[in-house]
């Protein structure tokens, strides 16, 4: 069974349009054991949401993990974990901080109870609320 999560990048060092051109990238540059522990817990074909953090704060698209078991080719120690993703769509329209911070259905979220966790989980519930916001 697939799982979900999403994951932050910002958009001034690394955007969706950015992804949308390259096709597939290294999700690189993640020094948080947690973060690092859900992506050695990725599986190819789980799916993520795209956020763009600091600038714009929202939801923007949604990659899917092409790879998984890689060492981050920016850690020369060679302990980090991360993986590979590739763009699925642009949602229809961004999902806001605000608008997630504001819904009760999603007050467990862990981008809000885990603010500075660049890669979280994500549950099925909170993923399909998600989608139905992004389609209003």
């Keep these: 069974m697939h799982r979900y999560w999403l994951m932050k990048s910002e958009p001034e060092k690394y955007g969706w349009d950015a992804l949308l051109r390259d096709g597939e990238t290294v999700w690189d540059g993640v020094r948080n054991h947690r973060a690092s522990n859900n992506m050695r817990a990725m599986q190819v074909g789980d799916q993520a949401f795209f956020y763009h953090s600091v600038t714009g ?24 974990a991360t993986v590979m993703v590739k763009p699925v769509r642009a949602l229809e329209r961004p999902v806001t901080l605000a608008e997630i911070k504001g819904d009760a259905a999603l007050e467990g979220i862990e981008l809000v109870r885990l603010s500075r966790l660049s890669v979280a989980e994500i549950t099925p519930s909170e993923w399909e609320h998600i989608l139905a916001l992004a389609a209003r």
């Design 57 to 80: 704060k929202e939801i923007v698209g949604i990659v899917e993990i092409s790879r998984t078991g890689l060492i981050d080719p920016t850690d020369p120690e060679g302990k980090w």
